[in-house]
């Protein structure tokens, strides 16, 4: 059972930057999506950022493109979020997972791989 270590949470200002990152140790597999969710309170699980693992292809929800960019690293095993421009609503709780998604979306899961533990990111002033 793979369980990523997870790290770069924490409180940031408006308009401040994040980085988190995600290592599965001895995860390979190529044919998944890996990266992100959030879920804020009171609101459902969102995917966020995905890289496709056997590509590099890269998606990300319409609310944070131009502002957040995923990437991995070549062994396929480490992904990192880097978070930049970050608002108020970016507050939420960050999980990060490998997973298959049913075809034309990355963020539409049917089997997850790996889910990490959760890491709070709160944007406040």
């Known amino acids: 059972q793979v369980r990523p270590v997870v790290s770069g949470g924490g409180p940031v200002q408006p308009g401040g930057s994040l980085r988190l990152s995600c290592a599965a140790s001895g995860y390979t597999d190529s044919t998944t999506y890996m990266g992100w969710f959030r879920q804020a309170p009171g609101k459902e699980r969102e995917g966020v950022a995905a890289i496709y693992a056997g590509g590099g292809s890269t998606y990300y929800t319409d609310s944070v493109k131009g502002r957040f960019t995923i990437s991995q690293d070549n062994a396929k095993n480490t992904v990192w979020l880097q978070m930049d421009s970050l608002k108020p609503e970016d507050t939420a709780q960050y999980y990060c997972?490998?997973?298959?998604?049913?075809?034309?979306?990355?963020?539409?899961?049917?089997?997850?791989?790996?889910w990490g533990q959760g890491t709070q990111v709160t944007v406040s002033s």
């Open positions: 997972a490998a997973w298959k998604s049913y075809g034309g979306s990355a963020f539409r899961p049917y089997a997850f791989y790996y």
